[in-house]
């Protein structure tokens, strides 16, 4: 039967590829790495799901880091640093992001189950067009392909702003907002989602807010499992997630309770 959701809206590293999100923080790290700066897993992490540029803007402007590069470089960072780190951040992120492009279980079922049902398939990313041609290749070779990708740099604002989820709902022709889903693994993403009128579901334990490969993630006990999966949906929530789940391999559920939602006159 035709689903009354219209389209849902995917992230990438963290949703549907790269369980853990581990390619953005590898790449940031080595960015970092090569002005002499250290930078934890922590502090790359803090800004996840923002476009590239803006992301090491806003690892620049971190008070520690600000501190440490600032004790290490004799002045505080300045836009020619950012601009000089994006540069060198641009081709680590394209390797890393291909490195890690193996679909999150579960993500491929889900799309092909979604337009058996009439339901368009869109995704928006933090990476830029060129950080996403190794991922886009391996995705269709598992077989994923969305039928829109919308990537940082082609809307006038990034995440949070709700304007690369617009674009992908007017591209695929996907309206009322009302009718649609965002699903991402982190915070702005979560937000974006909720600025641009849809239903948004967050992602605890496949991305950033665990943080964790898909093989640590099991070795895990279950009670550090259980911590680590509340602590990831307490601010997945406080970003506005109307839902929170593990992974896509559980969204189906979620999916069906927004669907007949939407069927009952419910808006998110």
Known sequence: MPSTIKAVIFDWAGTMIDYGCMAPVEALKSAFAAEGLDISDEDARRDMGRAKHDHVRALLAYPPVTASWTGLKGAAPTEDDVERIYAALVPLMAEAATRHALLIPGAAALVADLRAQGVKVGSGTGYTREMMQGILNAAAEQGYAPDVVVCAGETPSGRPAPLMTWK???????????????????????????????????????????????????????????????????????AGAHYVVDSVADLGPTLSEIAARISAGDRP
């Open 168 to 238: 992908a709902l007017i591209e695929m022709d996907a309206w009322p907002a009302s009718a649609c889903v965002k699903v991402d693994d982190a915070e702005v993403g979560v937000a974006e989602g909720c600025a641009a009128g849809c239903w948004s579901v967050g992602l605890a334990a496949s991305g950033n807010g665990v943080g964790l490969s898909s093989d640590a993630w099991r070795s895990l006990s279950e009670t550090r499992r259980r911590a680590l999966r509340d602590a990831a949906e307490t601010s997945l929530k406080a």
